[in-house]
């Protein structure tokens, strides 16, 4: 990694956070990218990433049987931005990157990592379901990369990543952030319908 986890998670977090915070409730039902998702339940998981991965950084059980509904409770804006300084802040803590964690026996490292995934990507559909600006930090986005690229067998056969959308010119002249969204089977030229 070119930077400590937390540094990387910081930087993604001060570009991620404000696309979250910026969703009005009207637009809670629009689809995104992440087909299997609305918008509110695009939220909701990456809400609960949030939660969770502050546990697996602590070498903790997390629970991802059931998604609660974040968004339904109370200033959840104010709450996801919380939850995502605290999600910094438990990966920054000694030790939080070394061993294993998790159910799968992950080295930690591993498991940080996709936490930055998932909040620089799903900031990404979310910008996009939801007509918003959104430019990843270009570290990051090469971290993501590099994460992704190691995840994507595993995560295709658990159904997490799909298969690699096709760029054109076979992505010559592609940005590093359409690279990342094609590598995990997103079209980065989605467009709401």
Request: proline share 7%; net charge negative.
């Amino acid at each position: 990694m070119t930077k400590p986890l937390s540094e990387l998670l910081a930087a993604a977090a001060e570009r991620s956070v404000p696309v979250v915070c910026g969703i009005t409730d009207e637009q809670l039902g629009h689809p995104t990218p992440c087909s299997e998702y609305d918008v509110r339940g695009l939220t909701n998981h990456l809400f609960h990433v949030m939660v969770n991965f502050q546990f697996l950084a602590a070498k903790k059980e997390a629970d991802f049987s059931a998604t609660p509904d974040y968004v339904g409770q109370g200033d959840w804006r104010a709450a996801f931005e919380k939850e995502t300084a605290a999600l910094v802040k438990a990966w920054a803590e000694p030790g939080a990157e070394e061993g294993t964690s998790g159910a799968m026996g992950l080295p930690a490292a591993t498991v940080g990592r996709m936490a930055l995934d998932d909040l620089t990507v799903h900031a990404w559909d979310l910008a996009r379901a939801t007509g918003q600006d959104y430019t990843p930090d270009p570290v990051v986005v090469a971290e993501a990369f590099r994460s992704c690229e190691e995840l994507a067998p595993t995560g295709r056969k658990m159904g997490a990543f799909g298969e690699d959308f096709p760029l054109p010119d076979g992505g010559a002249g592609a940005s590093d952030l359409d690279r990342l969204l094609a590598l995990i089977g997103r079209d980065p030229g989605w467009q709401r319908p």
